[in-house]
């Protein structure tokens, strides 16, 4: 069988989700900080595995 190691996505979700907190508390919004935080968690966490399946 042939084995490969594959990269691991979910650790920029978990980033952005604790990044997009203090962003959120800049504006004013603490939700909207998280909640934009984890659409860009999942946009790059999904962008590594379409990268990582191509490999």
Request: hydrophobic fraction near 50%; include cysteine; aromatic fraction near 6%.
């Amino acid at each position: 069988m042939n084995s490969r190691t594959t990269r691991a996505g979910g650790c920029f979700l978990m980033i952005c989700i604790l990044a997009g907190f203090p962003l959120g508390l800049a504006i004013g919004n603490p939700m909207k900080g998280i909640l934009i935080g984890t659409g860009a968690g999942i946009a790059i966490a999904v962008l590594t595995w379409l990268v990582d399946r191509r490999r």
